[in-house]
């Protein structure tokens, strides 16, 4: 059996990074549009300082307006709640993503529920919510985890899932329960897993598309993978790695990759799979926003 081919993330978040840049030329040249994001911190998570600082790189790297609002952990909901109704009166912006997780003193629920439908780039509104679980995600924005996550899969397997049999391990509203209703929607027949699923690694190695997104380093074994699978691993962890040198660390993901590489056919490394994806499906979604605040229909990515 030959080793996984590596699925790379980056060079497929590349093209469509390039795509959105030309897209958003367009929208500038025709309708004199610039795309906008707007993103919140609050608090001083080290790994959402580095995903909301790529993220405001990226936009101005797309063309669009970028704002970056960094709100100290004590900023109350109340302060939250009205920079969001702020930025969704804002014509220039687009796009309001909220960096999770929040500090536990602010309801995340009642924040997303806060952002205006036509702008929530994160597709976490329960409107976006609901247009996905009903099969209407083309009408929806979708969270962009798991709308990276199928461009990888269909990349790899085709449009057509019928007949593949997928498991997700992991129920997050960010990424497990999207990412099943994907899949289904791909017509897959799909399960969604979890950390108290009895036999786990059973159910796993039914998988033909195995989700990982538990966010335990390297849980799922070499052994917990169906000959043939294609592996998506959603996991970033930061592991401590004393062969690097004191005091180092290294990122793995969800799934055991080195003992996977003989049994998958197709697997997505950490650092590098899904990832980059994440972060360009949001310029996309961000794109497609501000193409439909113009009255114009964008092209789909
Ligand atoms: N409002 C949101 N919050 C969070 C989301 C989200 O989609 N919206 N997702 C995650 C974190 N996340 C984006 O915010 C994210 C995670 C990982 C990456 C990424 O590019 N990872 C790299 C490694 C990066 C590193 O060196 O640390 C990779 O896998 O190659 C981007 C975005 C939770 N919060």
Redesign the pocket.
């Known amino acids: 059996m030959s080793e996984a081919k590596r699925i790379d993330?980056?060079a497929t978040a590349a093209r469509i990074v390039a795509r959105v840049k030309a897209e958003a030329e367009r929208l500038r040249a025709e309708a004199g549009m610039r795309p906008g994001l707007a993103v919140a911190i609050v608090g001083e998570d080290p790994?959402?300082q580095?995903?909301?600082a790529?993220?405001a790189r990226m936009a101005e790297e797309c063309g669009f307006r970028s704002e970056r609002h960094v709100l100290a952990a004590e900023t109350s909901e109340a302060e939250l709640l009205g920079l969001v109704e702020r930025l969704n009166a804002d014509p220039t912006i687009h796009g309001i993503?909220?960096?999770?997780?929040l500090p536990k003193h602010i309801d995340a629920g009642k924040v997303i529920r806060a952002i205006a439908v036509e702008k929530d780039v994160?597709g976490?509104h329960l409107t976006n919510v609901g247009l996905i679980g009903t099969g209407q995600a083309a009408a929806a924005f979708v969270?962009?985890?798991p709308a990276g996550a199928m461009i990888l899969i269909r990349d790899v397997i085709g449009d057509d899932l019928s007949g593949r049999r997928a498991v997700v391990v992991g129920r997050s509203n960010?990424?497990g329960k999207p990412m099943a209703q994907l899949l289904l929607a791909a017509d897959a027949t799909v399960t969604i897993a979890h950390s108290r699923t009895a036999d786990l690694a059973e159910v796993c190695r039914t998988a033909d598309i195995l989700v990982a997104a538990v966010g335990r380093p390297q849980m799922i074994r070499g052994d917990w993978i169906r000959q043939g699978a294609v592996v998506i691993d959603v996991g970033?962890n930061?592991i401590p790695a004393p062969e690097r040198g004191e005091g180092r660390t290294r990122?793995v993901g969800d799934v055991a990759y080195d003992e996977a590489l003989g049994r998958a056919s197709a697997i997505t490394p950490?650092?590098?799979?899904?990832?980059?994806m994440?972060?360009a499906m949001?310029m996309a979604n961000t794109l497609v926003s501000a193409f439909r605040a113009g009255g114009q229909e964008p092209s789909r990515f």
């Open positions: 993330g980056k790994a959402s580095v995903y909301v790529s993220k993503l909220v960096q999770l997780p994160d976490f969270p962009c985890t960010i990424v970033v930061r990122l950490v650092p590098g799979g899904v990832g980059p994440t972060i949001l």
